[in-house]
């Protein structure tokens, strides 16, 4: 028995599962996505949720004075260190979302509690999203303006993982929505008399 009415928001958590899994895998392990790319004679730094490049991969950094070009006392504290963790939030928020599509197939395939389940897993999947969101675009905002204002020449700019982030994050508030809705849809097929 398919359900149609699980149909869209499974599609939309989908979309925001791949999004954010995209987002968990930026730099230092793939490059070319990434939250905060500085340039620094010649040279450009990208800077992720596990590290920036050339680090190994972990849980939380600090805004390396060799890749910045210059010392800057404000950006080498425990606050911004701390908040550097947080964006481990971004893989949280990829495995609830996931979660959340394997509800949504159960709910597509066979019952409404699939649904019902999609449905609260994708509201704390963007709650978690928008939290990790506001918090990351803080974090590199911060970053972004103390590099761009040293006179060291250093450049910064926004990486795609941000605007990727906020995708996912439409995505799966779209989701929440949609299966929140599918919910209450059709799940039997009429049965035929003659």
């Known amino acids: 028995m398919a359900a149609g009415a699980a149909l869209p928001g499974l599609l939309f958590c989908t979309i925001a599962c791949i999004l954010l899994v995209i987002v968990c895998v930026s730099s230092p392990v793939w490059e070319k996505v990434s939250f905060l790319d500085v340039t620094n004679n010649g040279a450009t730094t990208h800077f992720g949720v596990f590290g920036y490049t050339g680090s190994k991969v972990h849980v939380g950094y600090s805004f390396a004075p060799d890749r910045l070009g210059f010392t800057d006392s404000k950006l080498d504290t425990g606050i911004i260190h701390s908040l550097t ?30 649904t019902v389940f999609m449905s609260l897993l994708s509201a704390l999947a963007t709650l ?67």
Do not use: Q
């Not at 928020?93 to 709910?107: E, T, Y």
């Open 85 to 114: 963790f947080v964006l481990v939030l971004y893989p949280v928020a990829a495995g609830l979302a996931g979660m959340a599509v394997l509800f949504g197939l159960c709910g597509a395939c066979y019952h409404r509690a699939g």
């Open 128 to 194: 978690v999203s928008i939290v990790v969101w506001v918090i990351s675009m803080i974090l590199f905002s911060v970053a972004k303006h103390h590099v761009n204002d040293d006179a060291s020449g250093s450049t910064a700019k926004y990486g795609n993982a941000n605007w990727i982030a906020l995708g996912a994050m439409v995505s799966l508030l779209v989701g929440f929505c949609a299966s929140a809705c599918g919910v209450f849809g059709h799940y039997r097929k009429h049965r035929e008399y003659y």
